[in-house]
């Protein structure tokens, strides 16, 4: 147990459906992070949220759209997604942005139909 | 070519045996992260290190700066050390970044 949970944990969809992912941490973090790791390749840095404030987006198309309402809330909002987005969806936290060690929670499986 | 680059990419070992997992990288960087992903995807951090040596158990972890390299070693491997080890580094500049390898598979068998 990372003290980072995520709901759900499996999720099927259709292309046209809107749904979204939900991440909580309870270790006090300033900082969380989503990230996609699709099949047989390496962990990719999606989004980072610094004080509830996204202070990086890395080239994610715009059917995915993050919220951090809180600084122990983390969602992403999913619409037309492409089967190609199928993949585990990490969420993680650490105190600060930097070079702090990241918990990582137990992920989203999702798959796109 | 990966930025970060690990080997073997698969590795099975019986019950006690020495194992050693490397990571390379391209970068200049501010610290090396390992990570451990068991089956169903959960991850758990292992270590952080920008220099030197870490110890944690049976875990050791370790970084040579100027050759851009790490290595993570275990004694007396388990079956329950079975799981996808991952490296990962920060790249000097990016405050928050992390950049993966692809992970090494490790089996231990009895």
């Known amino acids: 147990e990372t003290g980072v949970t995520q709901t759900p944990r499996h999720l099927v969809m259709g292309m046209t459906n809107k749904k979204s992912l939900k991440c909580e941490q309870h270790?006090?973090?300033?900082?969380m992070y989503w990230y996609k790791q699709s099949a047989k390749k390496p962990l990719e840095l999606m989004f980072v949220?610094?004080?509830?404030?996204?202070?990086e987006n890395n080239s994610v198309p715009s059917r995915f759209s993050p919220e951090c309402p809180n600084s122990s809330h983390l969602f992403l909002h999913l619409h037309t997604l492409q089967p190609e987005d199928s993949a585990l969806y990490l969420c993680?936290?650490?105190?600060?942005?930097?070079?702090?060690?990241?918990?990582f929670g137990p992920g989203t499986r999702l798959t796109v139909l | 070519k990966n930025e970060v680059e690990q080997s073997p990419q698969n590795l099975t070992a019986q019950e006690g045996e020495f194992i050693t997992i490397n990571c390379s990288y391209s970068?200049?960087?501010?610290?090396l992260h390992w990570l451990q992903q068991h089956p169903g995807g959960g991850i758990v951090s292992l270590f952080m290190?920008?220099?030197g040596k870490k110890k944690h158990g049976r875990l050791i972890a370790t970084i040579n700066i100027q050759e851009k390299h790490g290595s993570l070693h275990i004694t007396a491997s388990h079956p329950r050390d079975s799981a996808v080890y991952i490296c990962?580094?920060?790249?000097?500049?990016?405050?928050?970044?992390?950049?993966f390898g692809t992970g090494t598979r490790l089996q231990v068998t009895l």
């Open positions: 993680a936290s650490s105190q600060n942005r930097g070079t702090d060690t990241q918990y």
């Open positions: 270790l006090g973090h300033n900082a």
């Open positions: 949220y610094s004080l509830e404030e996204r202070v």
């Open positions: 970068v200049g960087i501010s610290a």
């Open positions: 290190l920008s220099s």
């Open positions: 990962a580094v920060f790249k000097a500049g990016t405050a928050s970044k992390l950049t």
